[in-house]
């Protein structure tokens, strides 16, 4: 395979900026992980970039330690404890335990590492234009669907356009931003608004396995965005057969199919049979079972401990020191840029005053917040939601903790008497959310605020989640900063919980998500983040580091940073 | 006899009758919204409102209850809108797995309870007795949700005896019945023992035990032959109102260990607002409730032919 | 149920009922598992009473995650029980925690107990229509498993100390009004009573001066066995996650935020477990004492 990619990149056209990426990179300018990140996404391929970047750097990201490298055995089932939720058209997928389930029977245009690299998938090839508004897709030929058709180009248009359909709801419409514009339109009481549509023409059939999408502006990150988790693709006719995956799992180009589901309890995934030939490597393992433990996050811990299961979704911080003491278990952990956000709306009162919202960040210590609430597992942030783990992340001048100017902003604002507040928290991660409003409350407390504590079940809390005016929202990883400020901060996106809306911090995103050079980037993303830290609009105290627990029996499995199960190479050791 | 049943009946069905208007009402002023629940967080409020006319939910509250009441007589319980499938479908599994749940916990229960209720107040005052008494009312002193917390913390992660999780996914599996059962028994044998001895110690007061063991009879054969039956008949109708307190009572045992009996069911049902499941479970629990207590009541005649109902 | 209740003469003031009632308190001492939950119960009152006193450190502040045991702090002081995964001390808030039980399970038993006698005393000595409607309603609720009720009404209507309150008193109620009802029905046609009527007294005077001091055994009985249900009830609640908000230490709730490190950290969880469980006791302990006295007289 890598041999014919080399081949691919000798035939095809380069993208002038790799040759500067390459300049840079020797030069020093440029990361490795930068380097290989940013000349993947210009279409060089990653073991053409792997190659190079290697003869710089010996040593290759290998996510298979040497232990495990023992010769992979074929077949065998693997259980992972996992909530089994009620899903049906992966286009609207808004929990990622959802598209793990789909991620076995359905496939994605590109696939993006644990190392943040992404690759090609579906798409064997993509080749941007040099202004990045043009992206050519080459889709890879004999890619069957589990009903027996060829993957063409329609079926990948057809995909897009459902994603910008507004009928469908997707939440790729804040990824794909660039490809949407403004129109007249009309709300429910036919009151005349401007609503986004999709551009005429922006996504085009050019042969029967070139598929080409045109942006308004630039956009570096599009083949990561292929690989967002609402991105599967499916078979031309999904939405004219029910779109419910789990109806018609024969509607995905995946090695599995889905013959057993029952929301709450169980998905078992099996090999396709009938003759069904993948076009990949085949996967090692027969079948895959998730089964749900509850939302209890010990009874998953109980089930792996029993042997009831071999693999955990995710391993609850407040469990870390029973799984590392538990025999024949192995803890993953990664660093990611996943976040409990406590964003705030800024329209009501009293946050309707920035000194407020300001005197709220000062007395936040969330250092003390990622120490105590999440065991210092992770990293320390500065309020804007942009992780130094993240490539496109630039330093901003430290803001150190100061409790007396928290205290005059507060007296300014007029609420030198004590202020009363309330911060809503669904634990719909973990104990860990609750925990961190609790050191926050007595943050603010040393300031003369009174944090009020409202806990909610993790199901209630969804209703208000975009409503209230402080609460904490349990963001998940994306590989680029610039990716999720894309679908949280910009004005009108649906996603956009603290109803920010700022045309400047929109105007230079929209730059940053075309600026292909590194150094450029950098200072437009500084701007970008210190204009939220500015504008005050969250407490956003740390990213978290995330966990995984497996039976050490299981093999070549690992954590990713959004806990996606790329599970082909898997396999159990018995 | 048949009035009382008719009676009975009657007052069950009048009784589902407001119970399933007041939760519709409850629900009705609750603060989320279903629309959320099934469409998920992020879905538009477009789609919500869309969803939520689809439907029918801006008929009038009545229209709704009628059709609903409508439907249930006619043996259609309605969907669910977090399984999406019909009511009944998710329903009867669960009861099933609970009543096995149940069945478990009183086969072991009730033996135990009973002996232990009889040795206690065979000779009141007596240090067995007095043994059996504080210890009755120490197990029920400790919480279920304590017993499970320490139950599982001793005989899952100590001593690796038995699994943590009680979800029955490959099949049923008779060790992952041990610790939601020991559980429901610590919490419960108790209660049951204490009235068994109460009324044990009654009927050894009373005249005709006395006066056969006055006559000489062996000591075993008066509590055999005559003390035993006529002690019974109490525990009879606390045994059959444990029916009753069981549905509430698996709910933390069946949350805690992930079985997927009713209790947990409803439990769910409630947190994501799922109007139809928790009318058809509260049905449930209502008809259980009667039902057992016009047992108990039939059973109680039965055995006691001094009792007669007019 | 009515051989309990006393046949003694009326009693003509509440304050002089108020005085037997400590008096039948006083004949505890012949009953040593009344005794035993007697002091269990004044235990865990006085350290309500004296938790800032007697708490060795803040119940809110972080100090030491995870410490074990008998940990020294280096700012002085000793964690007799550890602390907890954020680092509070776990006997400051089981003593702090000890307020919050004994200030919400009394004051939702207080409120069942005023609607429930109300209810009880309306029927049944008005009896009629009011006992009839009364009645049903009482029958209805109690044909439906509690727990279930809690959970629905809570989750519903939202958890806060005040919605706890309300679910206690609108699930807890009936059982006390039929207890009342069976009590009054005895006592109404007592001679006091009939004398109160000739003098023409009020019935809500009759009621609440006449027949209610009179069925105060038996009441104080199911009182404190009801005692023991309602912190269970709280407990659960606060494990089911529908509790009390945080950070005010809560037993129930401390269980179920340290329950999942158990098995590494079981102190976390174990004297929680310990606490609720020996005031249940003690309450239960206590009314099994008085039951025994009573039925002694």
């Avoid at chain 1, 939405?239 to 929301?263: C, S």
């Avoid at chain 1, 104990?431 to 409202?454: C, F, H, P, R, S």
């Avoid at chain 1, 989640?465 to 649906?494: I, N, Q």
């Amino acid at each position: 395979m890598t041999k014919t990619k080399m081949d691919h990149e000798k035939q095809g056209r380069v993208h002038p900026r790799v040759a500067d990426l390459k300049n840079q990179f020797v030069k020093g300018q440029l990361d490795r992980r930068e380097f290989l990140r940013t000349t993947t996404l210009l279409g060089l391929s990653a073991a053409a970039a792997y190659t190079f970047a290697d003869t710089f750097d010996v040593e290759l990201p290998s996510l298979i330690s040497s232990a495990e490298a023992a010769t992979p055995k074929k077949g065998g089932i693997l259980r992972c404890g996992m909530q089994v939720q009620d899903m049906s058209d992966p286009a609207v997928y808004d929990w990622v335990e959802k598209s793990n389930v789909t991620r076995q029977m359905c496939e994605y245009l590109t696939i993006t590492g644990p190392d943040n690299v992404t690759r090609p998938m579906l798409a064997e090839k993509w080749v941007p234009s040099d202004d990045l508004k043009t992206w050519t897709f080459h889709i890879r030929k004999g890619v069957m669907f589990g009903n027996g058709d060829e993957l063409t180009a329609d079926d990948v248009v057809v995909n897009i356009k459902r994603w910008l359909d507004p009928n469908v709801g997707s939440s790729m419409v804040g990824m794909l931003n660039t490809m949407l514009d403004e129109v007249d339109g009309k709300d429910k009481d036919g009151k005349a608004i401007k609503v986004k549509r999709m551009i005429e023409g922006s996504v085009e059939k050019v042969d029967d396995h070139t598929v080409r999408i045109h942006l308004k502006s630039p956009d570096l990150s599009i083949p990561e965005k292929m690989y967002h988790y609402p991105a599967a693709i499916l078979h031309r006719s999904f939405a004219e057969k029910g779109a419910n995956i789990t109806k018609t799992p024969d509607l995905g180009t995946g090695p599995y199919t889905l013959t057993e589901y029952r929301v709450g309890e169980i998905a078992i995934l099996k090999r396709r049979g009938g003759g069904f030939k993948y076009w990949g490597d085949d996967p090692l393992l027969d079948e895959i079972h998730y089964i749900d433990t509850g939302q209890d996050a010990a009874a998953g811990l109980a089930a792996l401990a029993s042997g009831q299961v071999d693999a955990i979704y995710t391993l609850d911080l407040t469990l870390l020191g029973a799984a590392q003491n538990m025999p024949g278990v192995t803890v993953h952990e990664v660093t990611t840029a996943q976040t409990g956000c406590m964003r705030i709306q800024g329209e009501r009162a009293p946050y309707n005053d920035i000194r407020v919202r300001q005197a709220m960040q000062l007395a936040a210590d969330n250092e003390q917040m990622l120490k105590t609430a999440h065991q210092g597992r992770g990293q320390v942030a500065e309020n804007h939601h942009v992780c130094a783990c993240q490539p496109d992340y630039a330093p901003l001048p430290k803001i150190a903790r100061n409790v007396g100017k928290a205290k005059q902003l507060l007296a300014d604002a007029g609420h030198g008497g004590g202020l009363n507040i309330t911060c809503n928290v669904g634990n719909t991660n973990g104990q860990w959310e609750t925990d961190q409003v609790v050191v926050l409350k007595q943050n603010l407390a040393e300031a003369g605020i009174n944090l009020n504590v409202n806990v909610m079940p993790a199901a209630q809390y969804w209703d208000v989640w975009d409503k209230a005016d402080f609460s904490l929202t349990v963001w998940t990883h994306r590989p680029l900063g610039t990716m999720l400020l894309g679908v949280a901060y910009r004005t009108g996106v649906p996603w956009n919980e603290a109803k920010y809306s700022s045309k400047e911090f929109d105007d230079l995103l929209t730059q940053a998500e075309s600026t292909v050079d590194i150094d450029k980037r950098h200072k437009i993303m500084a701007k970008v983040e210190k204009r939220l830290q500015d504008d005050a609009i969250m407490i956003q105290p740390y990213f978290r580091s995330v966990m995984n627990a497996t039976s050490d029996k299981v093999k070549g499995i690992g954590v990713h940073p959004t806990n996606y199960h790329q599970w082909n190479k898997v396999w159990i050791d018995s | 006899m048949l009035i009382m049943i008719s009676k009975r009946i009657g007052f069950m069905i009048l009784t589902m009758l407001v119970v399933s208007m007041l939760l519709f009402m409850l629900l009705e002023f609750s603060p989320g919204n279903v629309a959320t629940k099934v469409l998920g967080p992020y879905s538009s409020e477009e789609a919500r409102q869309l969803w939520l006319e689809r439907h029918g939910y801006f008929e009038p509250l009545w229209w709704r209850y009628g059709t609903w009441l409508g439907n249930f007589v006619s043996g259609e319980f309605g969907d669910s809108v977090r399984f999406r499938v019909p009511v009944s479908e998710v329903l009867w599994p669960r009861l099933w797995n609970t009543a096995i749940l149940g069945f478990w916990t009183f086969a072991i229960m009730i033996p135990l309870s009973l002996i232990l209720g009889v040795l206690a107040g065979m000779r009141e005052g007596s240090r067995l007795d007095r043994v059996i008494s504080v210890g009755s009312i120490i197990t029920t002193s400790v919480p279920e949700f304590a017993s499970t917390v320490l139950l599982s913390a001793i005989f899952v992660f100590g001593l690796k005896w038995l699994p943590g999780t009680s979800s029955m996914t490959s099949g049923f599996d008779v060790k992952q019945m041990i610790l939601p059962v020991m559980v429901l028994i610590i919490y419960d044998f108790g209660y049951v023992a204490r009235m068994t001895r109460a009324s044990m110690a009654e009927v050894m007061t009373t005249h005709y035990i006395r006066t056969a063991v006055l006559k000489g009879l062996p000591y075993k054969q008066v509590i055999l032959k005559h003390a035993l039956r006529n002690a019974l008949i109490a525990p009879f109708t606390v045994i059959m109102l444990q029916i009753n307190w069981l549905l509430s009572g698996v709910i933390v045992v069946e949350f805690f260990f992930a079985y997927k009996g009713f209790g947990a069911l409803l439990l769910e049902a409630s947190l994501n607002q799922d109007i139809f499941v928790i009318e058809a479970c509260a049905m449930v629990a209502v008809f259980v409730a009667v039902a057992s207590q016009t047992i108990a009541d039939i059973g109680y005649t039965y055995l006691n032919p001094r009792i007669r109902f007019s | 149920m009515s051989n309990i209740v006393e046949t003694v003469t009326p009693a003509p003031t509440l304050g002089f009922a108020f005085i037997r009632a400590i008096k039948s308190f006083a004949l505890l001492r012949e009953s040593t598992p009344g005794m035993v939950g007697a002091g269990l119960v004044l235990f865990w009152v006085i350290v309500a009473i004296l938790a800032p006193l007697i708490a060795p450190f803040d119940p809110l502040a972080t100090l030491q995650p995870m410490a074990k045991p008998g940990t020294e702090f280096v700012k002085g002081g000793t964690f007799w029980l550890g602390t907890d995964h954020l680092g509070r001390d776990i006997l400051s808030r089981i003593i702090f925690g000890s307020q919050t039980v004994l200030f919400y399970a009394p004051l939702a038993t207080v409120f069942a107990y005023t609607l429930g006698i109300l209810m009880g005393l309306a029927a049944g000595y008005h009896l009629g229509w009011w006992d009839i409607v009364l009645s049903r309603i009482s029958d209805i609720i109690l044909s439906f498993p509690v727990l279930v009720l809690y959970i629905i009404i809570i989750a519903t209507i939202g958890s806060s100390g005040i919605n706890i309150i309300i679910a206690i008193t609108f699930a807890s109620a009936p059982g006390i009004m039929r207890i009342v009802r069976g009590l009054v029905l005895d006592l109404r046609n007592r001679e006091y009573v009939a004398a109160a009527q000739t003098r023409g007294e009020s019935s809500l005077y009759i009621m609440l001066v006449e027949i209610l001091p009179n069925a105060r055994g038996p009441l104080i009985v199911d009182a404190c066995l009801r005692l023991g249900y309602v912190i269970i009830t709280i407990g659960v609640l606060g494990f089911l996650g529908l509790g009390l908000p945080p950070p005010d230490p809560d037993w129930g709730g401390m269980i179920n935020e340290t329950r999942k490190m158990a098995m590494i950290f079981p102190h976390m969880t174990i004297f929680p477990c310990i606490a609720i469980s020996s005031l249940i006791l003690g309450f239960n302990l206590l009314a099994d004492g008085l039951r025994e006295v009573s039925l002694r007289d």
